[in-house]
């Protein structure tokens, strides 16, 4: 029985949903549109099945087409990135990024032994083992002894001769890149060099880079790291899932830390919807999309300086913005509101040397994967770019309190008057006068 007919309050959040990603400007870099085809895919009867194990080493009887499409999926995961089958393995069963990591870190390291990752508000990400002074947040922290390497104060990019420095000194067995809010290139190159000096592994975390490493805009870490990771729901338009490509030596024990050691029961249904997104990725169509995202990024930085608005290291090479708010006198929070009612939904984010924090940070993170698929090129990026900055501009003199009982009452008043305010209200109409003219894409 269809869902309109058998349970109408997820039907009807479901429509709600539809309709506001049809109207909404999705800017989260790390968000996409997948095809109608890879929603089917992970909808499908894949969803019933069992399959512990690997192909053809399976702890569950039926696993005859499961089998299949697994291999499928893996082949056109190695061909996507030109890897040779002798040389690499690839796992496609980890549930997500996070988990993902923590199995690769459980096969490389014995509890205890030291990690050199990138610190979080110099945008890194938390599965790298974030933690506080006096609190691990995670649970590589936990059982991990993790240190982070840091930006430049000066260029906000990273000075490698420093990391090359740090990790002489902190000896980590395992050194991790993988930047959700670091808008330039990671050099892999001399990433792996620095691994390699002291001993240990490289790991090149590329989820945000997937697709433009697919459709050859971004530099491939393969050369050079001994396991790469990538989520497969961002820039490279699949269901949400990770793969973890290893060196061949390595593969094993990435394969066994997935399961037994931390998952159960591979998503079959969410690994046909793989397969299906890397046979779209192989596609011309897609290496001119992922040309499209860099180049639309790079047109709204430009539009942004131009504003005088603060962007982190001058630019991007990548899908994602994240400007620094601190000089505009805005608040991150209230932009980001302000602009989720004007139909434009952004992150707000920490920003390197933030002196706020995670729920109110200094800056907005910003990113181009999902109306690039929606066909928006220079012309809709001039658009966007001046609504944004000119939502910025209206509400630079809005200062969120500093003091928590002020702070309450302030949120219930914004969330009552942004939504009120005459030029959100303008801008929210032309943006649902601009989305009804890219409707979301069926198909690739
Ligand atoms: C660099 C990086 N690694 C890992 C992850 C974690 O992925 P997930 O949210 O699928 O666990 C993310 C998610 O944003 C990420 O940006």
New binding site residues.
Partial sequence: MAINTSDRQVAVLITAESKRQQEVLEMIP?ENYTSQAVREAVGSVFINKYAEGQAKKRYYQGNSVVDELESLCKKRALELFQLDPDQWGVNVQAL????A?LAVIAALLEPGERILSMYLPDGG?L?HGWQLPGKKVTLVAKIWDVTFYHVDKGTRVFDYDEIQKQAKEVKPKLLIS???AYPREIDHKRMAGIAHSVGAYYLA?V??EAGLIAGGVNTSPFPYADVVMM?THKTLRGP?G?MIFSKKELSSAIDQSVFPSIQGGPHEHTIAGIAVALGEAKTPAFSAYAKQVVKNAQILAGLFMKAGLDVVSGGTDKHLVLIDLRSSGASAWVVAWALEYANIVVNRNTVPFDNGTSVYPSGIRLGTPAITTRGMKEKEMKLIGGWITEIISSVKDIRLPENKEERAAFIIRMKKELPADKTIQRIAKEVTELTAKFPVPERY
């Fill in positions: 790390s997500s990024g996070s988990p990591n990400h599965s993988g930047g959700t975390d989820s945000h989520t949400r990770a």
